[in-house]
């Protein structure tokens, strides 16, 4: 439905779009306008180097300059003499490629060029103020620098900006823009705005397809008028239009998902079933909230009532526990006085201890001082013995001075040795050399070769890759739907499979919801037979009161007899009211679950149906499903993945193949060049190597064998040189320990002296201080050294016994009192039942409990209710505005793609508006060629299968007053109608701001199918041009042209290669 309405308002803005200032389409078209800041300058010409190139012979070159003012010049010279090299030479210079396709690489090499001389062409041009020039070789066979035989150069490029260089002819290069045929075909195409193809039908006019843009099909016409007045900024509307489109038809579909996403997880199948469901939760709500409140309040009361029996019970356990604590502390008074005794006499004795220390330092004294003297003894003897051995020492070295004099004579031969030794030495660091350079040649030479035979093998593996992508590519189309089509059956299979869990769970919750309602109607009845009994018991309690109150000749309160012959008898077991309150409310809570139970056994049902309907659908789309297991699915999705991953691969990697294999040529080459490079590497290192070994053997025998190298001269030296140096420093050694031992031996005795008389004082202060102390004892009343070190204790023992003391005072005293206050406070108190009064809580705060998880449950299910009735209010909203959006953006989408009764896109209304443009300047030609017979025409009526129009041309005819095909022209006639269109087609694109201006056209041929008048016709159009400065450049063989044309070019062959001559 929404197609149909696309359609039509696509067909209301058919023209609208394109015409109306205020259209939205125009609106979005003014931020793709063409600026002018896309302008492209003239090309023109200036010089034309070629060597070796075609049938032309060493170096020619054609400067367009010398033309002067004479903007039409004539390309001339007999058939195959190489007028049309001319055009490829320029075309392949531009873009690597001949003007007519038809001529690769290696057929642009002159047959009379030498092995060494390398097929060039050099194109300078001037693009606006800007100068360049461009230099190409194409892929040829030419002499190795070294050896014999062919080497394959590849196609190279290189273009340079010379713009700023004063000799604009001259050698200077200028600066470097572009390198390599990639690049440079890169930054050519971005300075002409041309491809080959396109440059080929507007600029150069190749012999054989002058009549291509005239007779080509519409789709090839419309690139390159695409191309010429820069409309690619329709085509990038067009796109964004279409995707604004895709994504308001997505952004309806996600709100409708959306919505049917809300409702399923309600479970409902519309807006007022969840209506419903929202009003009977929160009437549910409120009962339940009331019975609640209820709980509580009789809950808040058992509490109470637990917290005081707690505490009557806490102040009968607080007397017990004083009572006990007390009665432990008088038990302990004994010890306590122990410890006081024991404290008492360690203070005595510290009293005492100050004589004690004073004793022990001075025996200790004594004892260092006795120590001191045995040292002193001991070092005199071991002085007299170093004394007497330093002595023997020095004797023992002067008997080595003849010794000495023989290592000093040594010393003065090895220096005589010294240059001879050291010029061997040198000589056999260049002999290492050399080898080592022969070595680094065999291992060039040999990784040369090794690489060589790498790249070869690349090289086959890379051709044979190309023909296996070419295969694959071929099979893309249809591995892509294989591919496409095995991800649907994916989808749908795994949507069935979780369509089929959420049935099972459906199931199960229909079940369950039946096991639930089972429950709840048990638990009724057993609330209801369980207050059935407490009545029952009420009932019976009141008939035994009654009955025990009853007395002789009193009237019974019930029947009024005065005679009582059976009352009741038995135990008075009447429930309290509060009970019976609590059974029947247990009741209302029953039935109120069995209802909720119910409910949700209805909403399982709906969800199975739902689920059930929607695998039903799937399988209706998909029968074949029914029995097919994903992971065979995902193997086969993901095995055709994997082919047109495979296939897409393939297409990439074709376009790197060729330059792949071009790189292997080249380093083939390379390798070549390398190879050669090491073989003489390796011939110089032989011969130099023979020459060093020569001079090394002369001078070996002038030294001898084992002092032939620096090392062993220098290590002879150091050793002779060392052993006289210690054999000196040994004598100075023996005389200075000798004379060391005469002070030390001095010395000792002197220590032995002064330590005799430090032992004797020593001794004397020891035994003064041992009878001060046995004083002190006595005084302190200490029966015996043993007595007062039993009575001694360390200053933290003692602390620790004070402390003791104190709190074992401290502690009777508080336990004395907290008995008194606890007897205080329990006064009056009966022991209470905690136990009971737990229980009553606890049962309650159970009851709470679940009342309020009930009534939690039941607020939840209707706020989720109200929450979803909000979002599909959201949801209804955003529904309507994304629906007007998805009509709006659609019918632009539509008429800029040409979904209209004329099949005409933005883009290409745009190039047929250009279009009509260029016919109206041709037909003023093709009006002068024809003498006004024939007019070109734009054929905008739609196409067979609807297939897009608007650029399809016809010719109409005044003499028979029909319209025809272009292609029905005669030769004659085609050539002057090409001809008109081309010229229509410079005119027009250089006028329109942002396009392409074309300063030069080439025409190939085409004039010998005119008859003489018809010649006239078509040279007075071209002459016309040279009003508007445009260099037109004509090739023909025809003779009158020569006498029509000033400035021509004639091409002239000979048996050594052709020349070329500039005439004016």
């Known amino acids: 439905m929404r197609s149909n309405g696309n359609t039509r308002r696509a067909e209301k803005h058919l023209h609208a779009p394109f015409r109306s200032s205020s259209s939205p389409l125009r609106t979005s078209c003014s931020a793709f306008r063409i600026s002018n800041s896309a302008f492209r300058p003239r090309m023109t010409p200036l010089r034309l180097t070629l060597s070796e190139f075609g049938p032309y012979t060493n170096t020619q070159t054609i400067d367009f300059d010398e033309l002067d003012n004479q903007r039409l010049f004539l390309i001339h010279g007999p058939t195959g003499s190489g007028k049309t090299a001319l055009l490829d030479a320029i075309c392949f210079a531009l873009y690597g490629e001949t003007s007519g396709d038809e001529r690769d690489g290696q057929e642009l090499r002159s047959d009379f060029a030498n092995d060494d001389d390398p097929t060039e062409v050099e194109l300078d041009f001037q693009l606006g103020e800007r100068l360049f020039r461009v230099t190409r070789r194409p892929r040829q066979d030419l002499a190795k620098q070294r050896g014999d035989g062919l080497t394959t150069h590849s196609e190279d490029a290189t273009l340079w900006e010379r713009t700023d260089v004063d000799d604009t002819g001259g050698p200077d290069e200028g600066k470097v823009l572009a390198e390599g045929k990639r690049s440079v075909d890169s930054t050519i195409h971005d300075l002409l705005g041309f491809e080959v193809d396109q440059f080929r039908q507007v600029v150069m006019l190749p012999q054989g397809k002058f009549r291509r843009f005239l007779s080509s099909s519409s789709k090839d016409r419309e690139n390159l008028l695409k191309v010429l007045f820069e409309t690619r900024p329709y085509e990038e509307l067009e796109d964004t239009l279409k995707a604004m489109k895709k994504e308001a038809r997505e952004a309806v579909d996600q709100v409708l998902n959306r919505q049917t996403v809300e409702l399923e997880r309600h479970g409902v199948e519309d807006v007022d079933a969840l209506e419903e469901k929202r009003d009977r939760a929160r009437d549910i709500h409120q009962k339940a909230l009331a019975w609640l409140n209820d709980l509580k309040s009789r809950h808040q009361e058992a509490v109470e009532a637990l917290q005081s029996a707690k505490k009557d019970r806490e102040r009968l356990d607080e007397l017990d526990e004083a009572k006990d604590a007390l009665a432990t502390l008088e038990q302990q008074t004994d010890a306590h006085a122990e410890r006081k005794r024991t404290l008492q006499a360690a203070e005595q004795a510290a009293k005492v201890f100050p004589y004690q220390k004073t004793l022990k330092e001075r025996r200790e004294e004594a004892e260092q001082a006795k120590k001191a003297l045995d040292d002193a003894v001991s070092a005199q003897e071991d002085a007299k013995v170093k004394l007497e051995a330093a002595q023997d020492a020095l004797a023992s070295e002067r008997d080595r001075d003849e010794q000495r004099d023989s290592l000093r004579q040594r010393l003065a031969q090895l220096d005589e040795l010294e240059d001879t030794v050291e010029e061997l030495d040198r000589v056999d660091g260049d002999l290492d050399a050399a080898m080592s350079e022969k070595e680094k040649a065999e291992t060039a030479y040999s990784e040369a070769n090794t690489k060589k035979a790498t790249v070869e093998e690349k090289q086959s593996e890379a051709r044979e890759r190309r023909e296996e992508a070419q295969q694959m ?154 029995d097919t297991d994903i992971p065979s699915l995902e193997s086969a999705r993901h095995s055709a993945q994997k082919k047109l991953d495979a296939a897409q691969s393939a297409k990439k ?356 199918s005119l008859d003489p008048e018809a010649l006239d016709r078509a040279m007075e159009s071209l002459l016309s041009l040279q009003e508007s400065g445009r260099l037109v450049g004509i090739i023909s063989h025809v003779t009158d042209l020569k006498q029509r044309v000033q400035a021509r070019i004639e091409v002239m062959p000979s048996q050594q290669g052709s020349t070329v001559e500039l005439v004016r």
């Open 473 to 626: 590519v071929v099979q893309l189309e249809l591995l892509q739907t294989k591919a496409e089509d095995a991800e649907r059956r994916l989808q749908e299979a795994t949507a069935l499979e979780r369509k089929r869990e959420e049935l099972e769970k459906a199931e199960a919750a229909v079940r369950s919801a039946k096991e639930e309602i089972q429950k709840k109607e048990n638990r009724l009845s057993d609330a209801q037979a369980h207050l059935d009994g407490l009545e029952q018991r009420r009932m019976e309690g009141y008939a035994t009161v009654l009955a025990e109150n009853l007395s002789a000749a009193e009237p019974c309160p019930v029947c009024g007899g005065r005679e009582h012959p059976a009352p009741a008898t038995g135990a008075h077991d009447v429930p309290e009211p509060s009970t019976l309150e609590e059974a029947r409310a247990a009741i209302t809570v029953a039935r109120e679950e069995l209802t909720v139970a119910r409910d949700d056994l209805s909403e399982a049902k709906k969800e199975e149906a739902r689920v059930q309907t929607a695998i039903e659908g799937i399988l209706k789309r998909d029968d074949d499903l029914q």
């Open 653 to 1008: 990697e074709l376009l790197t193949i060729d330059e792949t294999i071009e790189q292997h040529d080249e380093k083939l080459s390379e390798l070549e060049d390398e190879i050669s490079a090491a073989r003489a590497a390796l011939q110089d290192a032989d011969t130099e190597i023979t020459r060093l070994r020569s001079r090394r053997d002369t001078l070996a025998e002038k030294v001898p064998g084992d002092l032939s190298t620096s090392d062993a001269l220098s290590e002879a030296r150091e050793t002779a040189a060392s052993t006289l140096e210690e054999l000196e420093e040994a004598l100075e050694t023996a005389i200075q320990t000798r004379d060391n031992a005469k002070t030390a031996f001095a010395e000792a005795r002197a220590t032995v002296k002064s330590a005799q008389t430090r032992l004797n004082d020593a001794t004397e202060k020891a035994s003064k201080a041992e009878e001060t102390f046995r004083d002190e004892l006595g005084s302190a009343g200490f029966e015996s050294r043993s007595a007062y070190d039993d009575a001694r204790r360390p200053e933290d023992e003692k602390e620790r016994l004070r402390k003791r003391i104190e709190q074992f005072e401290s502690d009777l005293s508080d336990a004395r009192g907290r008995v008194q206050r606890a007897r205080k406070e329990a006064k009056g108190i009966e022991a209470p039942d905690v136990e009971a009064a737990e229980a009553r809580r606890d049962q309650l705060a159970t009851w709470v409990e679940h009342q309020q998880q009930r009534v939690f449950k039941i607020k939840n299910a209707a706020d989720e209710a109200a929450d979803g009735l909000e979002a599909l209010a959201d949801l209804r909203d955003a529904l309507q505005a994304a629906d007007e959006r998805f009509s709006d953006v659609g019918a632009l989408a539509d008429a800029a793609r040409g979904d209209n009764d004329h099949n005409l896109s933005l883009q290409r209304f745009v190039l047929a508006t250009r279009l009509e443009e260029v016919l109206e300047v041709a037909n003023e030609h093709v009006a002068r060629m024809s003498q006004d017979r024939y007019r070109l025409r734009r054929h905008d009526e739609v196409r067979h299968g609807g297939r897009a129009a608007g650029l399809d041309l016809m010719v109409h005819d005044a003499f028979t007053g029909t319209e025809r095909p272009v292609s029905t022209l005669s030769g004659g006639e085609g050539f002057q109608t090409a001809l008109a269109l081309a010229l229509g087609l410079s005119d027009v694109v250089q006028r329109v701001a942002g396009g392409r201006h074309i300063e030069t056209i080439f025409i190939d041929e085409g004039f010998g």
